[in-house]
Nanobody
Framework: QVQLVESGGGLVQAGGSLRLSCAAS????????MAWFRQAPGKEREFVAT????????DYADSVKGRFTISRDNAKNTVYLQMNSLKPEDTAVYYC???????????WGQGTQVTVSS
């Protein structure tokens, strides 16, 4: 079992920046990758970014590429999402997720609200 605690969400004006944090605990030794997803009201949850825990390889959704950066601090068991040049369409609940080796499903955080005003 992996537990995820998110922080850093809030209200920001368009063009501004936020950094989300997600601290993992529990069976962190088994983590293969961590990821961020987001879900706007009335819409399906969508992939944002992912990072492998050991190698740091990253992948991004086209909608955030060049604006968002995912990173991790293995010593702190924490993954970050640096969000720059925010747009109103980035408004959503952002969820942290972790995937263990050999398991296809994710553990999920509680979500944190990001609101970008125009």
């Amino acid at each position: 079992q992996v537990q995820l605690v998110e922080s850093g969400g809030g209200l920001v004006q368009a063009g501004g920046s936020l950094r989300l944090s997600c601290a993992a605990s529990g069976r962190t030794f088994s983590i293969y990758n961590m990821a961020w997803f987001r879900q706007a009201p009335g819409k399906e949850r969508e992939f944002v970014a992912t990072i492998t825990w050991s190698g740091g390889s990253t992948d991004y959704a086209d909608s955030v590429k060049g604006r968002f950066t995912i990173s991790r601090d293995n010593a702190k068991n924490t993954v970050y999402l640096q969000m720059n040049s925010l747009k109103p369409e980035d408004t959503a609940v952002y969820y942290c997720a972790a995937q263990n080796h050999g398991i296809t499903s994710y553990y999920w955080g509680q979500g944190t609200q990001v609101t970008v005003s125009s």
